[in-house]
């Protein structure tokens, strides 16, 4: 079964490219028809190959129980699997929404105001500004936080100082704390807001703004009732692309926080890589799918979905 | 991190086999590697018996000239970025050995090599370093090579007796110790304020948000069971439950900081924690012959003495160069260099009077500390884990997952 999906994933030859637009309008019909089609061909076998079919073992050893060591079996009972996985880990899953929605909230606010001030004001220099927001990014992921990790040591180059000088207390801690959590998850999570709000920002349209100073509108009231309007598919792109991934996020809480912290996705990587407890790992990962569908169902329908297409 | 290493060494090309990488690739993108999908798919996954091996591949195998060593962070000599035992090693025998200080829990590595062990195919390495009570499990389950003992004349020449044919694994038939330590408590004396003598003290409320505990589950249950007045060899699960309450009780009075693997050592160098578990030769290398501000103690309640061993995890690729490796690291001489710069107990007493012998007061002060070279009074303040049965290891194992996952 297994061997037959490594099969498909062998990456498709590339399609040979379609007739221009048009062009042999009465000849091929066939082929103009069938041309969208091949061309997501590769596209699609990719998907199937490394999304499609992981997803679908993962979904597969939710019904199963048993270890390693003496093997895997089918179990009717695999509703219970599911079941303990919740009420076991029901703390941290609430835990994983709180601070991912907080992240959300915190990097629209800290992101719209730069974002505003680079597209409106930031002239021929706008990519400059950008890029120079981007740069902390060109490092990964890990090495970032564990920087983190170092800078914001109780006595380290930061807190130490601070706590030499007297303005801090010396028992004064930010590492292993909600608060540093969030903190780096925002600052992680930065980009994946500023850069929707910023395109949703570039492309507005000023001669609006000012046909709304034409007729007598205050600055305010153009922002909330042109500019506001007019960016809400990039606040709405920045959101899913920042809280999907927090909510999963597990590296934040493990490096800058402590047991009391902990989140979903460090829970399933436990599971998964240390205890390799596969069923329950699967189990809390499909609930983890489903709660961030109902979510983004919800939220898609909150803020109007005919607003996506901008 | 152990993350940090795992994706590390998941990116870095180097040592890793090509079917190793798209196996730790199959790991990282889904969860779950070719043998799990395929035991979901109705395969079952085998553990095969030991005694089911009957042509015994160690026996007429032949040096191959390579060696792929797992063993733990600063496990071993150094010196200007190398090992002069590994260096020595190589000279002896021409066996290139890949050195790699990938264990930081027990539980984690196992995790890393359990599966292709589960169904019967070679890991990656050769030669592995991990805890008695994981030996046994793992021997149990027919995860690792016999010894040939022929072949190792220096053990049975120069071990002590006490690392002779101990429980965990009778005749040594699997595995030779590598070092032997103490778990107590390190502490930062600038930190605390005062001197730290009790493992109670980790309990202590002044010490909020600064206190280490280990990701270890014996380590941590039996250390804590021990300070609640009771011989961990004994304990009960219901000795264990009260362990877990009060380790509860820590992380939610927030004086724990964090659970730790062999990680805690920067956070303690750092000023992260003024006290933390810890193992003594970790410690005991900053201490010793220096006024360094951390301290290693034996707490007054008792302090736990565990052994890593060596061993061939089943079908390695180069079983007898491993046992080369096993032979050389009983050499008192080559003892007595490992002991000098990783301050643990060695398993060969020999070592003692070449150390003692020694010019360098250092080195002297090695050889005379009781936490390397145990006293008979240190030795009735030391307890083994308690062995844990299999279904008692999973209640066990609850209990203190519930602690360390929040």
Known sequence: MALGTQDRSAPAPPEP?????????????????LAPYLLTLPGVAWLVAFFAAPLGFMFLFTFYDGTIDIGYSFTSDWPQTYFEAFTTYDTQIIRSVIYALIVTVATLLISFPMMYWIAMKGGRRKNLFVLLMLLPFFTPFLIRTLAWQLVLSDQGIFLGTLKDIGLLSADFKL???????????????LPFMALP??????????????????????????????????????????????????????IDAEILGNPNTTMIGSIIRRQLLVNQDYPTGAALSFLLIAGILVAVFLYARALGTEELTG | MTELERIMSAVSPRGVSRREMLRRIGIGAGGASMAGLLAACGVEGEAEPPAAEGKDPLSTAKVAGELNFANWPAYIDKAKGASPTLEQFEKATDIEVEYKEVINDNLSF????????????????????????????????GYLEELDHSKLPNFSKNAGAIYKDPTYDPDNAHSVPWQSGITGIAYNRELTGREITKTEDLFDPAFE?????????????????????????????????????????????????????????????????????????????????????????????????????????????????????????????????????????????????ILAGAKDSYTRQVADSPLVFPSKDMESRLHSYKNLDPEEEEEWNDLFNEVIEG
């Not at chain 2, 008695?132 to 499990?137: E, H, S, T, V, Y």
């Open chain 1, 175 to 189: 590492l292993a704390s909600p608060l540093a959590v969030i903190s780096g998850m925002t600052y992680n999570f």
């Open chain 1, 17 to 33: 490219p379609p007739d221009r637009a048009g062009g042999g309008r009465k000849g091929s019909k066939s082929r103009k028809g």
């Open chain 2, 110 to 141: 196992y995790a890393t090599i359990r599966e292709p062990l589960a169904s019967s195919q070679p890991v990656q390495w050769d030669l592995i370093v991990v805890t008695d009570w994981l030996i046994a499990k793992m021997a149990d389950l």
């Open chain 2, 209 to 353: 948000g600064q206190v280490g505990m280990m990701t270890e589950m014996r380590d941590t249950m039996n250390l804590v069971i021990l300070s609640m007045g009771i011989n961990p060899e004994d304990a009960t699960l219901e000795d264990a439950r009260a362990a877990q309450e009060k380790l509860l009780k820590q992380r939610e009075d927030g004086i724990l900081r964090q659970y730790y693997g062999n990680d805690y050592v920067q956070p303690l160098a750092q000023g992260d924690l003024a006290l933390c578990m810890a193992w003594s030769g970790d410690v005991l290398g900053k201490t010793l012959g220096s006024d360094s501000k951390v301290d290693f103690v034996v707490p007054e309640e008792g302090g736990m003495l565990w052994t890593d061993c060596m061993a061939i995890p089943q079908d390695a690729e180069h079983p007898v160069d491993a046992l080369e490796m096993m032979n050389f690291v009983y050499r008192t001489d080559v003892a007595a260099q490992m002991t000098a710069w990783i301050n643990y107990i060695s398993p060969v007493p020999k070592a003692k009077p």
């Open chain 1, 197 to 250: 709000l910023y395109v949703a920002l570039e492309k507005l349209d000023s001669s609006l703004l000012d046909a709304a100073a034409d007729l007598y509108s205050s600055k305010r009231e153009a922002f909330l009732k042109v500019t506001l309007p007019l960016t809400l598919p990039g606040v709405f792109a920045g959101s899913l692309l920042t809280f999907i991934p927090s909510v999963g996020d597990f």
